[in-house]
């Protein structure tokens, strides 16, 4: 069984431009979860899905972030415009439900120049 | 939210017994124990959960005390596969919002 898939692996890009990021979740799983995790921390979580409603968005930053989940199944991730601060891994991590173990994906390691 | 404590690094001969202590001495009864580990360079990984009753899987054991204030998670014979963050997490309220700590970087050694 795949895992989760996330792409790219890795991203650079300069100040001020636009990022997207995309996931896959294991197939079945109605939870998505992406985190924010920083060079040193443990991963923070930015918003959690249920199928394609996002029922906890609390800790994104909402004036940049953006995120979408169609049809309750692949996500995307977008920070517009990025900044200096934002370089870091970005995680996704499905569960079948809200209350199962949560799988998470390789990351995506973004660089802001 | 119950938080943990855990040390920030323990070192393990390859082939010993690894034990994880963590301490949550705020946690509520119906709250959940979670233990997840991240290998350099990848995605956390779940490890094992528990609430009263030990617990034993594939990858570990899980024991916690019969207070619910500490817990111990036992690698029974550590490989340098296991090298890694280790991470403690009690779910609060069983809402599923994990929130990770800085977790314990256990070196094993040959």
């Known amino acids: 069984e795949a895992g989760v898939v996330q792409s790219p692996r890795y991203k650079i890009i300069e100040k001020k431009q636009p990022v997207a990021f995309w996931c896959n979740p294991i197939s079945g799983h109605n939870t998505l979860y992406w985190y924010l995790q920083n060079l040193g921390q443990g991963p923070e979580l930015l918003i959690r899905y249920e199928n394609e409603e996002a029922v906890d968005d609390s800790q994104l930053p909402k004036d940049r972030f953006s995120a979408e989940r169609l049809k309750g199944v692949d996500s995307t991730l977008k920070i517009q415009p990025a900044e200096l601060g934002d370089s870091a891994v970005y995680l996704c991590a499905s569960s079948a439900t809200f209350w199962n173990e949560q799988f998470f994906g390789p990351g995506t390691r973004l660089t802001v120049l | 939210d119950a938080k943990t404590t855990q040390p920030p690094s323990m070192d393990c001969a390859e082939g010993r017994a690894a034990n994880l202590p963590c301490n949550h001495s705020?946690?509520?009864?119906?709250?959940?124990v979670y233990w997840y580990r991240q290998i350099h360079s990848q995605g956390p990984q779940y490890i094992i959960h528990g609430l009263k009753n030990n617990e034993t899987n594939e990858m570990a054991s899980l024991i916690i005390t019969e207070d619910r204030k500490s817990s111990t998670l036992i690698l029974p014979h550590a490989t340098l596969r296991d090298t890694a963050v280790y991470y403690c997490?009690?779910?609060?309220?069983?809402?599923?919002?994990?929130?990770f700590g800085q977790g314990t970087t256990l070196q094993v050694k040959p």
């Open positions: 705020t946690i509520s009864g119906n709250e959940y």
């Open positions: 997490i009690v779910d609060p309220g069983n809402t599923g919002k994990l929130i």
